[in-house]
């Protein structure tokens, strides 16, 4: 999917999440869809897409997921659904970059809560809510941040990860520029893998994530982040 393209499928996204938060995303029966302002209609459809998309993917994965079955699931016309996305593989795009800004923006509010007294503590809220959004959302568990479909699905230099974890720079910069122990954008790349694979594992050995394995994930990635910041130069 071209990057503009994206950006507007974004923006239909944030439209859909202020939509939910105002109870609106499933509007009155008596008033048609296609009555609706077409900003709100289209967010309304475009929500669902991605909705009934993540969890066909947890309930029959990703190849056997078929554009037909998302816009069943979803209500629309696969007429209405190619007008916002050519393929399966645009689908899950979109999809992971509402995992991605759903995500961050929990964890940017972790940040600012004033709660999170260092930086394990922040490793540790970080894992939290990844695993919490696994728990929570199936599609979430699988899709992530599209791993599923093409481990470069967030776009070209770098692979899914890599993407997150500059997002995740950029918003511990932003709130804690300052603080001398910033973790860098690469051993983030490493608490991110570590993080991903672990969680993954938990949640195969317990559908539910055993909370053993998130436990280990978690202690590993504070000695991780210990053993990078000695390192960094400036630190001691």
Known sequence: MQPARLRVILGCMLEYERLGASGMTEPDPEVPLRK?????????????????????????????????????????????????????????QALAARNLDRYLARVEGALRSGTLEDWPATAD??????????????????????????????GAGGDNDSHLAGRMSELLAAEHGDDPGLPSEQSLVIAIKIADALVKFAFAVNPDGDDEIIQHAKQLIRMHLEIANSSEPGTE
């Open 125 to 154: 809220a970080s894992v939290d809510l990844f695993v919490a959004m696994c728990r929570e959302d199936p599609g979430f568990l699988v899709v992530r941040f599209g791993d599923v479909a093409d481990v470069h699905l967030l």
């Open 36 to 92: 609706l302002p077409a900003a709100e209609r289209n967010a309304i459809r475009i929500g669902r897409i991605l909705d009934a998309a993540g969890l066909l993917v947890a309930e029959r994965g990703y190849e056997k997921m078929t554009t037909s079955q998302v816009a069943l699931r979803a209500g629309v016309s696969p007429g209405v659904l190619y007008q916002f996305f050519a393929d399966k593989r645009e689908i899950m």
